[in-house]
């Protein structure tokens, strides 16, 4: 029981450190080091995995055995998965490194007040637009964020958006909002828009390694994590179709006025 509990225990940490590398890594001041370290732990874990699984299996005389007992075929199984996080981890370490690296760089526009109780959102959605926003909201009680924004990180417009549907902060479009800007004006308490404002819709993208297993994968992963997003958040099944239809360096696009007319939108007073 005891070999089994350490071999269940390596399985854990062997995907923790997996897990750690691939999503939050970017968040160290020295992202090569940290990254690497915890892809080097993820390949350590799955050696001692190894090593109680030959344990497990050795006679009393020091030899290897088949596997007898439901304990000993356990520790043989367990070692499936660490071996998939540590070969992953290593197979894709310069991809995911190149995203983690890319992720740290995409800071992204701040929110700036333009007058009382109204801010401005003018540029592209990284880490630090969630905080900036948190602040403003602080200092002095956010009711309009205006947006104009090609897109950026979806995690960050997904934070964004929570925080303007907690606060049940206005968003106004007048002019455009596009891939992940789009879940923060539809995340607003009501939605203002021009009739052409433009808002785009495509599909997700990875920030790095976009020809790599892992780019491609993440890519995916964006794009499935949007388009659940905006269905929840009221957008139609055609529009859907048509934005998992459109590459990620193409823009498919829908007017305010559409909008309107589908009822997430109302006209923005001049």
Same mark, same amino acid.
């Given at each position: 029981?005891?070999?089994?509990?350490?071999?269940?225990?390596?399985?854990?940490?062997?995907?923790?450190?997996?897990?750690?590398?691939?999503?939050?890594?970017? *968040?160290? #001041?020295?992202?090569?080091?940290? +990254?690497?370290?915890?892809?080097?732990?993820?390949?350590?874990?799955?050696? %001692?995995?190894?090593?109680?699984?030959?344990?497990?299996?050795?006679?009393?005389?020091?030899?290897? @055995?088949?596997?007898?007992?439901?304990?000993?075929?356990?520790?043989?199984?367990?070692?499936?998965? =660490?071996?998939?996080?540590?070969?992953?981890? @290593? @197979?894709?370490?310069?991809?995911?490194?190149?995203?983690?690296?890319?992720?740290?760089?995409?800071?992204?526009?701040? %929110?700036?007040?333009?007058?009382?109780?109204?801010?401005?959102?003018?540029?592209?959605?990284? *880490? #630090?637009?969630?905080?900036?926003? %948190?602040? =403003? +909201?602080? &200092?002095?009680?956010?009711?309009?964020?205006?947006?104009?924004?090609?897109?950026?990180?979806?995690?960050?417009?997904?934070?964004?958006?929570?925080? %303007?549907?907690?606060?049940?902060?206005?968003?106004?479009?007048?002019?455009?909002? #596009?891939?992940?800007?789009?879940?923060?004006?539809?995340?607003?308490?009501e939605l203002y828009v021009t009739p052409t404002a433009q808002f785009g819709f495509h599909n997700g993208s990875a920030v790095a390694?976009?020809?790599?297993?892992?780019?491609?994968?993440?890519?995916?992963?964006?794009?499935?994590?949007?388009?659940?997003?905006?269905?929840?958040?009221?957008?139609?099944?055609?529009?859907?179709?048509?934005?998992? =239809?459109?590459?990620? +360096?193409?823009?498919?696009?829908?007017?305010?006025?559409?909008?309107?007319?589908?009822?997430?939108?109302?006209? &923005?007073?001049?």
């Amino acid at each position: 029981m005891l070999l089994i509990a350490l071999s269940i225990a390596l399985t854990i940490a062997c995907w923790g450190a997996f897990w750690a590398a691939a999503e939050f890594s970017y *968040l160290a #001041e020295n992202i090569a080091y940290i +990254h690497g370290g915890l892809i080097a732990a993820c390949l350590s874990l799955f050696l %001692v995995g190894l090593a109680v699984a030959i344990l497990a299996s050795t006679d009393t005389k020091g030899r290897l @055995v088949a596997p007898t007992s439901l304990s000993q075929l356990l520790c043989w199984i367990l070692l499936v998965p =660490q071996a998939g996080f540590a070969i992953g981890g @290593v @197979v894709n370490y310069t991809a995911t490194l190149e995203t983690m690296v890319a992720v740290s760089a995409t800071g992204g526009a701040r %929110v700036v007040p333009i007058k009382k109780g109204v801010a401005l959102l003018n540029g592209e959605i990284g *880490l #630090e637009t969630p905080g900036s926003l %948190v602040d =403003q +909201h602080r &200092a002095s009680q956010i009711r309009v964020l205006k947006l104009r924004s090609g897109g950026g990180l979806i995690g960050s417009a997904m934070e964004l958006g929570t925080f %303007v549907k907690e606060n049940a902060i206005t968003t106004r479009v007048e002019t455009y909002c #596009e891939s992940a800007c789009v879940i923060i004006a539809l995340s607003g308490a009501e939605l203002y828009v021009t009739p052409t404002a433009q808002f785009g819709f495509h599909n997700g993208s990875a920030v790095a390694s976009t020809d790599s297993q892992i780019g491609r994968f993440a890519a995916r992963m964006a794009t499935q994590t949007m388009i659940a997003e905006l269905r929840t958040l009221g957008i139609s099944e055609e529009i859907l179709q048509k934005a998992e =239809q459109t590459p990620a +360096h193409q823009m498919y696009y829908v007017s305010g006025a559409e909008l309107q007319r589908l009822g997430l939108a109302r006209y &923005a007073k001049r």
